[in-house]
C-alpha cells in the first residue's frame, strides 16, 4: 500500500495544537499503542524522545476507545480520521514528511466471491504506484 500520514489522536486537551515532535510536549505524555508500532517509533525518533507506553490494546478501535477514555495519547493511520469518531479523541496532522505504512496481504490467485473480489482489486489498485508488485 502506498505512503499513509500518521495521525497522533489526543484527549480534546490537545485540540488547539498543529502537532510538531518535540521533547517538552511529548515525554510527559502516556501512549497507547496499536499492534504497528511503526508510527510513534518515527514520531519518538523526530522528537528525540523515548515514549513511555503505558498501554497496548491492539486494535486500532481499542486504542482509540482508551484515547477517549483519557488513558493516553496514540499515533494511528490516517485513515481512520474519515472512519471512526468517538467523543473526547481529536486528530491531529505530524509535521513534516509522511510516515511510511504498508500492509501485506495474502489471497487465492482464483478467488470468486464478489466480496473477496472487490477486496483484492481495491489492494491491487491501491498498490499500483507502490515499489513492490505482488507476484
Not at 505512503?3 to 517538552?24: D, F, K, L, T
Not at 476507545?65 to 493516553?72: C, D, E, K, P, S
Not at 481512520?80 to 496481504?105: C, D, H, K, M, Y
Request: hydrophobic share 40%; net charge positive; proline share 10%.
Amino acid at each position: 500500500m502506498p505512503a499513509r500520514r500518521r495521525y497522533p489522536c489526543a484527549p480534546e486537551r490537545w485540540a488547539h495544537r498543529h502537532y510538531r515532535p518535540r521533547r517538552s510536549r511529548t515525554a510527559s505524555e502516556s501512549f497507547v499503542i496499536p499492534e504497528q508500532v511503526l508510527g510513534l517509533r518515527e514520531v519518538a525518533r523526530r522528537g528525540r524522545f523515548d515514549p513511555h507506553i503505558i498501554s497496548s490494546p491492539g486494535s486500532l478501535v481499542a486504542v482509540l476507545t482508551q484515547v477517549a477514555l483519557g488513558v493516553g495519547v496514540a499515533v494511528i493511520p490516517s485513515v481512520l480520521i474519515n472512519t471512526v469518531q468517538l467523543p473526547n479523541v481529536v486528530f491531529r496532522e505530524i509535521a513534516g514528511p509522511a510516515i511510511i505504512s504498508e500492509v501485506a496481504a495474502l489471497f487465492r490467485r482464483h478467488e470468486r466471491l464478489p466480496t473477496v473480489r472487490n477486496l483484492i482489486d481495491q489492494l491491487l489498485e491501491t498498490n499500483a504506484n507502490a515499489p513492490f508488485q505482488p507476484q
